[in-house]
């Protein structure tokens, strides 16, 4: 450890106590050391706490820091303009809540001198010094093209412009560059988005000194980012997570509700939206700074999203799509983002979420603490606690609520299409550790959003955030004793099976007894919900159910057999010739599909053998895959028969009751070959009529996909081991090192082991194509039959939809499949792209010259994700 410890001995004279000595900091006993479990200090040199000072500003009185800061830098002999330059850059850049006091520590500033030890201008201020120094640091966040930073910049610039150290012309000119973005050619989704994000809000901080210097170039502004966002209506509605639109809110689209909102007065209203602590400080004595004129740089091209000689569009990244977020409560309990109040309020939580991903403790402190940097009365007073600000007298029933726009924006981040900007395991961490901090605020507040969350099931919420939404559920209720009120939804037990309210209590019960265990969740259901009848639990516990276990069934003593000779780890020829000698004997008995027996005789005993525990069926597996790969082959004695569906069905029978088991068991069989992911695509797309699995599908996709990915990775590590190699050998050429000799590499051949990875990616490429063809001829198949009174052909029908309160099984089922196919495009547009040309040959012929509703809606769907629409 380089860290000079000591151990606190020292305490106060009037009561005791730990003194702390200026420079140390308390950290916990190191006993490596040999040290006690008394408290020691580790040094910090003047530097470090110097820009911690800076970047803690507002633990206590923001306003009170920064007096107390800019005394310390006066009364220094030579304050370090370097550390105080990057503590500024830290904060803003990872605390924006705090950019509108930074923007005053930066005014203050300008009225220090700096001194001449510092500087070798005779009289320049010091905060001159540290913006230069910043405005370099914002075209190093400009030349990364780190959005985040460079949106932070712009709100620190923006206030600086408010508070007269910027000129307004040159913060105009640097928020013209980014909505020049917009006009681009080309210009895909993400870049257009945060350029866009950029400019508003830029403008929503600045437009009032904006629109005093140019009216004319702010409506041109607004009218541009308003244009775009218009634009986008396709993508809008294909990652759109309701049925109906007056749910949701586009960030984009209400980023320019609250600039028109603004703009009617004039942006007057500005002081009321974002806390402006420098205005006090009056117009520094200065000539204003002026921003140099920037270019927004091109995105760097995506080499790892390119395929070997794929000459169509490159893989877009998955945040390029419109931001919708689920709104759940009424606009007095949470701030709507389409006021400029709101947006503000909404856009400062997602970014603490965004920032503070690593840390979901400090993440949810941050978040209860935010009301101190807001305007007073933004939030209602907490019960018998303070928002921070002592000075606030506002009415207790004036305000949003805290909880409520938190869990809100929380819920709306998880939730997005296609998918949400973290792990959504981090959300739902997140959400515990603020139940945590305060359980009697906190606890209301997502239960309403369940409640809410669950009425939208019947209004059209997209299936996969319904699936998110049953996961969370799951999650949270697992961390809170699995405490809910089931008994409110009794009633919809009466709804028809695959009605979403029904199918959600189905996931969520089923994954509740995954991360505990069954009876133990039974005893926390009304007896409605636990009646079998009712269909919401199993009436058994997860389990393996072995079809040939009963004495009774036919052909129990032939399976006996070959369980015994699995138990006993017989050579896996042993094995075979066994199920040889008993297929012969079925076919003498003149048994209907003697193979199919065999398969599923031997497949549900090796999986008996197996289900112990996850270990028990790796060995199994492990042990007789040449087993299994016989088993898997089709036969000449079972012409036409898909003996790998076989093999599949075998595994689902054996584990119908847990179906997690089935995916693990399936994923299994993809890895070790013995099945193919189109395999898989095949025996779900076969039992859809009775509902999607998209846990299965999903499954197979990922695994064609992702075979090609570690493929090119193979591939690249082995040409740069290659170059690697062949540098040095030119290094190692005595010619070579002659200065007027011209080099000319011989060419050399490829080397075996890159001629196989190249061999191998040509062949999971066809694999890959093969899976989502196959995926999509499911989906084209299922949507558009043949039979053209099929229910599919009504629910995609608007007048069908508003009538849905009358649907049966089949009609709520048709509706998930066009919803999954909805979210297969979206979720897997970057690999469709890629394939489009071929993909839609093969596929989409069906539905070359149709043209009714249903044709119109499924071309619609794959024209977008596609980026032909």
């Known amino acids: 450890m380089n860290t000079k410890v000591c151990w606190e001995a020292l305490y106060n004279a009037k009561g005791g106590g730990v003194q702390r000595r200026s420079g140390f900091r308390c950290v916990s006993p190191d006993k490596s050391l040999g040290g006690r ?19 803690r500003i507002g633990e206590i009185d923001a306003c009170e820091d920064i007096e107390q800061l800019l005394r310390s830098i006066q009364s220094s002999d030579s304050p370090n303009l370097a550390v105080l330059s990057e503590g500024l850059r830290i904060g803003l850049t990872e605390q924006p809540y705090k950019i509108p006091y930074y923007a005053l520590l930066l005014r203050r500033l300008y009225d220090l001198p700096v001194k001449s030890e510092v500087s070798n201008q005779s009289g320049a201020s010091l905060g001159r010094q540290v913006l230069d120094d910043l405005w370099k640091g914002f075209q190093a966040y400009l030349d990364k093209l780190a959005w985040r930073e460079i949106r932070f910049c712009v709100h620190f610039f923006a206030h600086l412009t408010v508070a007269k150290v910027i000129s307004p012309q040159s913060m105009l000119s640097l ?71 007056h749910t949701t809110e586009l960030m984009l689209e209400c980023a320019v509700s609250a600039l028109k909102a603004l703009d009617v007065n004039d942006f007057e209203q500005l002081g009321s939206v974002h806390p402006q602590p420098y205005t006090d400080a009056g117009a520094p004595d200065i000539d204003k700074y002026d921003l ?15 395929v070997p000689d794929a000459s169509e569009d490159t893989p877009v990244k998955k945040e390029e799509w419109p931001e919708f ?100 395991m981090y959300y739902s961490a997140l959400i515990t550790e603020l139940c945590k901090i305060s359980p009697q605020t906190f606890g209301p507040a997502v239960g309403k959003s369940i409640r809410k969350c669950y009425m939208y099931l019947a209004d059209g919420l997209d299936v996969d955030i319904a699936r998110r939404f049953a996961e969370w559920f799951s999650i949270h209720m697992s961390n809170f004793n699995f405490q809910w009120v089931w008994k409110e939804w009794v ?25 505990s265990y069954f009876d133990r969740i039974l005893k926390t259901l009304p007896p409605q919900f636990q009646d079998s009848a009712a269909g919401a639990v199993s009436d058994q516990a997860p389990g393996p159910e072995y079809g040939f276990d009963d004495p009774s069934v036919p052909y129990h003593e032939v399976a006996q057999s070959v369980l015994e000779q699995l138990r006993a780890r017989s050579k896996p020829e042993d094995v075979i010739n066994l199920l040889d000698t008993i297929r012969g004997q079925f076919t003498e008995d003149g048994v209907d599909d003697p193979d199919g027996l065999v398969r599923s005789i031997a497949v549900q005993s090796l999986l008996h053998t197996g289900s112990r525990s996850f270990s028990h069926f790796l060995n199994a597996i492990e042990r007789y895959i040449v087993v299994l790969r016989s088993l898997a082959t089709i036969t000449s004695r079972s012409p036409g028969q898909d003996a790998k569906a076989g093999v599949l069905e075998a595994v689902a029978v054996f584990w119908r009751r847990n179906r997690q088991m089935i995916s693990i068991v399936f994923d299994k069989l993809m890895q070790y070959q013995i099945v193919d992911p189109t ?17 299965l599908l999903k499954g197979a996709v990922d695994k064609a996909n992702g075979r090609v ?28 090192m002659e200065v007027d000799a011209e080099v000319r590499p011989e060419p050399t051949a490829e080397s075996p082991a890159l001629a196989t990875a190249l061999k191998a990616l040509s062949v999971l490429t ?43 099984e089949v009609r709520w089922t048709a509706w998930s499949t066009w919803s999954w196919f909805k979210h297969f495009s979206r979720a897997y547009a970057p690999y469709l792209r890629i394939y489009a040309t071929t993909l839609t040959i093969l596929s989409m012929a069906k539905l070359e010259g149709a043209n009714d509703e249903a044709a119109r809606a499924l071309k619609k769907i794959w024209n977008v994700a596609t980026g032909q629409e």
Request: glycine residues 6%; negative net charge.
């Open 491 to 515: 009633e919809d037990l009466n709804l028809c099976a695959h009605h979403p309210k029904r199918v959600f209590v189905r996931y969520a019960l089923e994954l509740e007894v995954r991360l």
């Open 679 to 695: 395999d898989v695509v095949r025996w779900v797309f076969a039992r859809a009529g009775r509902g999607l699995d998209w846990e």
């Open 37 to 55: 479990d008394d408290v020691y200090r580790e040094y910090e040199d003047p530097e470090t706490r110097f820009r911690s000072t800076i970047i």
């Open 175 to 245: 928020l013209q560059s980014f909505t020049t973005v917009l006009d681009e050619f080309g210009v895909s989704q993400g870049r257009a988005k945060r350029a866009a994000r950029c400019a508003a809000e830029g403008l929503m901080r600045a437009g009032q000194s904006l629109k005093d210097y140019s009216p004319a170039s702010v409506i041109e502004m607004i009218t541009a980012i308003q244009t775009y966002s218009d634009l986008v209506a396709s993508a809008k509605w294909l990652v759109h997570p309701m049925a109906s639109l």
């Open 292 to 306: 140099p004129s920037v270019l927004v740089p091109p995105d760097a091209m995506e080499l790892d999203g390119l």
């Open 766 to 808: 066809q694999e890959q194509k093969a899976t989502l063809s196959l995926v999509i001829e499911g989906f084209v198949n299922a949507l558009h039959p043949s039979d053209t009174s099929a229910v599919v052909y009504e629910v995609v029908s608007t007048t069908a939809w508003g009538e849905r309160t009358e649907w049966d």
């Open 325 to 424: 977020y689920l709104s759940l409560f009424a606009d007095d309990v949470t701030p709507s983002p389409k006021t400029p109040d709101g947006y503000s309020v909404r856009s400062d939580i997602l970014d603490i979420l965004d920032i503070f991903e690593i840390n979901r403790k400090e993440c949810a402190r941050l978040l209860v603490d935010y009301p101190r940097w807001t305007r007073a009365g933004t939030f209602k007073p907490r019960p018998g606690g303070s928002d921070g600000n002592s000075d606030r007298s506002v009415p207790a029933e004036e305000g949003w609520q805290l909880e409520s726009s938190i869990i809100e924006a929380v819920l709306g981040a998880q939730f997005l299409l296609p998918e949400p900007p973290h792990k959504p």
């Open 709 to 736: 990915v570690v493929a090119r990775k193979r591939i690249a590590a082995l040409r740069k081991e290659e170059d690697e190699t062949r540098a040095r050998a030119m290094a190692n050429d005595g010619a070579a």
